[in-house]
């Protein structure tokens, strides 16, 4: 199993535009998260998803759009990107909410100038 | 609020002592807590966690973690360090927001291990 993979592995946006960010995961877990963690800050939960079509908020959610379409896979978009976006992002699943052994990938880190 | 602290932001240790890296709590209700370690350009790894039961919790790569309801602790410690356990750890809680439960982190404490 590859686990969870993101992609890109780091990109440099400028202000106002947009990307998406990508993750997969090949264990067929319904749990999915998005982060960001900044120096000294920990992570941040910005959208987290509990299975195909169902997605919610987390705590830093403005900026970000998410989908869940497939089991495996969980988009997060960023539009009219800012400085304050610059961040590392991980994207993590679980097999159960209870469980809460979240599997992470190795992360995206952008930049916005 | 329900959250975790990590007071220490760097400890070193040298290799071969005994290392300890801290964690407190604020839950309502009973806690379930874990820790996560980082490796440079790395994702997050499960270390261990507490849901219930004995307050000595054994994880991966040597890992214990000593439950404490008393000073709502949940220290991570280690007999003996290696110059490879060097690397960023994360305390985390679960909390309750509306019908999910999700995990909020601390701060994380970077692990140094001297040889």
């Known amino acids: 199993n590859a686990g969870v993979t993101q992609t890109p592995k780091f990109r440099i946006l400028k202000i106002g535009q947009s990307m998406t960010l990508q993750c997969t995961q090949d264990?067929?877990?319904?749990?999915m998260y998005w982060y960001r963690q900044d120096p000294g800050m920990g992570l941040k939960l910005i959208y987290y998803s509990v299975g195909a079509g169902i997605t919610d908020k987390g705590e830093v959610p403005n900026g970000y759009n998410v989908s869940r379409s497939t089991t495996e896979d969980f988009p997060l978009r960023l539009e009219l990107a800012a400085p304050s976006q610059t961040s590392v992002y991980f994207c993590a699943s679980s097999r159960r909410q209870s469980s809460y052994e979240q599997y992470f990938g190795p992360g995206t880190r952008l930049t916005v100038t | 609020a329900q959250s975790v602290a990590q007071p220490e932001d760097q400890v070193n240790v040298a290799e071969g002592n005994p290392l300890t890296v801290k964690c407190t709590y604020s839950v309502s209700g009973n806690p379930y807590l874990f820790w996560y370690v980082q490796y440079p350009n790395r994702g997050l790894q499960f270390l261990l966690k507490y849901i219930t039961g004995d307050n000595l919790v054994k994880g991966s790569y040597g890992f214990e973690a000593e439950f404490n309801k008393s000073q709502t602790s949940f220290h991570l410690k280690k007999p003996s360090a290696l110059v490879s356990d060097s690397a960023l750890y994360f305390c985390?809680?679960?909390?309750?927001?509306?019908?999910?439960?999700?995990?909020?982190f601390g701060s994380g404490t970077q692990l140094t291990v001297l040889p």
């Open positions: 264990m067929n877990h319904n749990y």
């Open positions: 985390a809680v679960r909390v309750s927001s509306g019908s999910a439960r999700q995990l909020t």
